[in-house]
C-alpha cells in the first residue's frame, strides 16, 4: 500500500470488536514507536500496555473513550529526560510522546489494526490511578483492536480544507 493510501485510509476506530490483538501486530506497532526520531535522541516516552480487566476498567473511569478496544496504550514521557530549546519556552516531551504516538498509529492502520487517539481524559488523575511515576506525564492514549463489523469512520472524516488554506510558502 502507498504510504499517502494507508494515511487517507486511517480513520479512528470508535467501535472495536472484543477479538484480543495480535501479539506479531502489537509488538510491530511498539517497535514503530520505538524507531521514533525524538529530540536529541533522548527517548523519553514511556509506553504501558494496557490489556488487564483491572487497568482497562481504571481507563474506563477516567474516559468515556476506550470503545472497547481490548487493548489501549498510555503514552506519557519521562519528564527528567527531555530537551529544553533556546529561550526555555518550549520543551520537547510532549512532541516526542506525540511522534512516537503518530508513529503507532500510523503503524498499526498498515499492520490492519485499527486504533483511536484519545485525549479526553484529566491526565493527573489517571496517572495517579495508575500508579505511574511522579515524573512521568501521560500525553494520550491510544486505543488498539480490530474494528467492528460494523466499524467505519465518522461522517466528516473526509472533509479536508483546500492545501492553500493550510499550508503557505514563504
Known amino acids: ?3 499517502i493510501d494507508l494515511v487517507k ?3 479512528s476506530c470508535k ?7 495480535d501479539r506479531d501486530d502489537l509488538e510491530r506497532v511498539l517497535e514503530a514507536g520505538r524507531l521514533a526520531p525524538t529530540a536529541k535522541n533522548n527517548q523519553p516516552q514511556r509506553i504501558y500496555v494496557a490489556e488487564s480487566k483491572k487497568t482497562l476498567a481504571i481507563i474506563d ?10 487493548t489501549v496504550l498510555v503514552v506519557a514521557f519521562d519528564k527528567d529526560n527531555i530537551y529544553t530549546y533556546p529561550g526555555d519556552k518550549y520543551d520537547s516531551g510532549v512532541e ?7 508513529h503507532m498509529v500510523l503503524a498499526a492502520a498498515y499492520e490492519g489494526v485499527d486504533s483511536c487517539w484519545i485525549n479526553f481524559f484529566d491526565p493527573d488523575e489517571l496517572a495517579k490511578a495508575l500508579d505511574l ?6 500525553v494520550c492514549l491510544i486505543d488498539l483492536g480490530y474494528a467492528n463489523g460494523d466499524g467505519k469512520p465518522l461522517a466528516n472524516h473526509t472533509n479536508r480544507k483546500d492545501l492553500s ?3 503557505k510558502f514563504i
Open 165 to 167: 488554506e493550510t499550508f
Open 15 to 21: 467501535n472495536f470488536a472484543s477479538l484480543a490483538l
Open 9 to 11: 485510509e486511517r480513520y
Open 133 to 138: 511515576p511522579e515524573n512521568e506525564q501521560i
Open 1 to 3: 500500500m502507498e504510504f
Open 61 to 70: 473511569e477516567h474516559t468515556p473513550c476506550r470503545y472497547g478496544a481490548p
Open 96 to 102: 516526542d510522546a506525540t511522534i512516537v504516538a503518530t
